[in-house]
């Protein structure tokens, strides 16, 4: 995975709450094992009519709005488990997500893959979708090493929580192995301390 530091970009608003994970990555996809791919196929029922043809009325049909964030209503990633729905996200080229509540399944699954959930309060999620409305080429800054995402061109910003183990691990861009590894002198040192 690729090191996450502090991403500063424009957003893409999906102010719809309660988007499961086969709203994200409908079952028929998930056919596939490996990660690539699987962003031409996100929101595919939303995105797409039955003939192919895009949708004009969904929003990562319209060329206003673009960049590595996605910004989406309260209860993001409920349904099933399905680690697809965060790759599908990652595969399209979003590095971040805020809401104002993920399912815990779906958060743990995007930070595994290198995708920050960052949970904001509702109001301050209120802020973000109208600074998007007025302009929709209103930037965010998300800076995981001080915990805070800031709206630019305005006074606001609000901190967010995160577990520090995946806070490492998306610093250095670690999978749960890489991790182990990055021990792996310790743990030696550990072991041969065990046999003195």
Not at 115 to 120: D, E, K, Q
């Amino acid at each position: 995975m690729e090191k996450f530091t502090t991403i500063t970009s424009t957003a893409v608003p999906l102010p719809i709450e309660d988007v499961d994970t086969d709203q994200i990555i409908p079952a028929r996809f998930l056919k596939a094992t490996t990660r690539a791919g699987f962003g031409k196929n996100l929101f595919c029922d939303w995105r797409y009519h039955p003939d192919g043809l895009p949708k004009a009325d969904f929003v990562l049909n319209n060329p206003i709005y673009g960049g590595k964030i996605l910004v989406a209503g309260k209860n993001f990633g409920c349904g099933s488990s399905r680690e697809h729905a965060a790759w599908a996200i990652h595969d399209f080229g979003f590095r971040v997500v805020v809401s104002s509540f993920f399912a815990d399944i779906f958060k743990g699954n995007a930070m595994n893959n290198g995708l920050l959930p960052v949970t904001v309060s509702p109001s301050f999620l209120h802020e973000i979708f109208l600074a998007i409305e007025n302009d929709a080429k209103t930037e965010l800054t998300v800076d995981l090493d001080n915990q805070m995402i800031t709206i630019n061109g305005s006074n606001k910003s609000e901190a967010f929580e995160i577990d520090p183990f995946r806070k490492t691990c998306l610093q250095n861009g670690y999978d749960d192995l890489d991790y182990l590894l990055s021990l792996k002198e310790e743990i030696a040192a550990y072991e041969a301390a065990q046999l003195t």
